[in-house]
């Protein structure tokens, strides 16, 4: 049986460490609602923006023009170049959210590469660049400075980037790898291709079409409109991946919290154990030592 | 009185702005656009400048920097990447915005509209504070 003097080091260390797993915890808490209030926040105009290319499709249509945009082509035939864009946190402590990312990309990857396709790696988070760093894999682009309240502003060239590449013929399509927020208790890994774009306006009202005053014409804000559909893709895929990384934290500090409590008691009882035979045999010793004398 | 019909102020990161306002003064592309109870539906791609809502509680301002709007059924909606209220212009973010000019340099057509782009926002937040 360890010393009663050892047991108690090692529950203090328990104890300390407990305190920073709860702060922790309550700071995850406290960052994953201002994170998911900002990712319900984007909804109202994904809906909209959504509503306006269903709106202008429906006029471009029926005006019989074809629709025609640089980002609804399919890629050259031959060219065989994808983007990856991976997203991950800049912080650990969060149980499996970076893991099952990482996992999901480089299984993505390799799924690419088998088809012949040339993968171009751009990650964000500090986690997935030293994942991919010690698998020697070359990273086209790295992010760190995105954090945990992703700005438009900051999200917007990223996309941008990638549409110019798109458009110029250099790459062949863009996937995103990230931690899909389904609901509280439901976060995924999912891979989600943002370009080429399978098509637009699919959910175009079937019910009698609003006849609306175009400024400018249909067509010319339709050719607007589609690159922020591609943008707003983009930049839900971080907003809902600050919002996992925050609930991962918050559920990985939580449960350690409660392991440093169950091993806190334990170390307690066995304090109480050591203490008392520790008594017991002073106790003993004591008692041989009187009757030694008699 | 003018009768109200409910706007709203969107942008990427949250709702700004959601009441009912008996006018509104929308900076479209090519000119301010008014808008006013029953119009027939609008979408319009809008430039930088004031948007002005007036409402039963005074008129309220924005400075927004491109965007769309749509009048559907009575309601106003401003899609922007970017609104400024009121109240958040100052001249010292009028001076810093007037830095970001000096950074932009070059003559190309890239540089050129970005430049201009930067002199319509601190012409329009000059506006305001007028």
């Known amino acids: 049986m360890a010393k009663a003097r050892v047991i108690i080091k090692r529950r203090k260390a328990v104890r300390n460490i407990r305190k920073i797993t709860k702060v922790m915890q309550m700071i995850a808490t406290s960052r994953y609602q201002k994170a998911y209030r900002r990712a319900v926040g984007t909804k109202p105009f994904v809906k909209k923006i959504g509503e306006l290319v269903a709106s202008a499709v429906q006029a471009v249509r029926g005006s019989g023009k074809p629709i025609d945009h640089p980002l609804l082509k399919e890629p050259a035939p031959g060219l065989q170049k994808q983007v990856v864009l991976v997203v991950t946190s800049n912080r650990g402590l969060c149980g499996g959210y970076n893991g099952n990312v990482l996992r999901l990309a480089n299984h993505t990857i390799k799924e690419l590469e088998a088809a012949g396709e040339t993968v171009e790696l751009h990650v964000s988070g500090k986690k997935g660049i030293a994942f991919f760093r010690f698998q020697h894999r070359a990273m086209a682009e790295t992010h760190t400075k995105i954090g945990d309240t992703p700005k438009f502003a900051e999200i917007e060239q990223v996309a941008e980037k990638f549409m110019k590449s798109y458009t110029e013929g250099k790459i062949s399509g863009v996937k995103i790898v990230y931690m899909r927020f389904i609901s509280v208790g439901q976060q995924r890994a999912t891979v989600i291709d943002v370009l080429p774009l399978g098509g637009v306006g699919g959910e175009a009202e079937a019910a009698a079409p609003v006849q609306y005053d175009f400024m400018p014409s249909a067509e010319e804000l339709l050719n607007e409109l589609i690159p922020v559909t591609v943008k707003i893709t983009v930049f839900q895929a971080f907003i809902e991946a600050a919002v996992s990384e925050q609930i991962a934290r918050m559920v990985a500090m939580k449960a350690a919290t409660d392991a440093a409590d169950k091993m806190g008691k334990k170390l307690q009882q066995q304090y109480n154990r050591a203490r008392q035979s520790q008594i017991t045999s002073e106790l003993a010793e004591l008692m041989g030592g009187v009757e030694a004398m008699k | ?130």
């Open chain 2, 1 to 130: 009185m003018a009768t109200a019909f409910k706007a709203s102020v969107i942008t990427p990161e949250s709702i700004l702005f959601e009441a009912d306002v008996t006018g509104a003064q929308v900076p479209a592309f090519d000119g301010l656009v008014g808008i006013m109870h029953q119009r027939a539906p609008l979408l319009a791609k809008l430039g930088t400048g004031v948007l002005r809502l007036d409402g039963a509680e005074g008129t309220q301002r924005y400075v927004v920097a491109g965007g769309y709007a749509q009048m559907k059924d009575d309601v106003l909606t401003i899609l922007t990447n970017e609104a400024i209220p009121e109240d958040k212009i100052t001249a010292a973010l009028i001076t810093a915005e007037e830095a970001k000019l000096e950074t932009v340099t070059g003559t190309d057509l890239p540089a050129m509209e970005k430049r201009a782009a930067i002199q319509a926002r601190v012409q329009a937040m000059r506006q305001v504070l007028a």
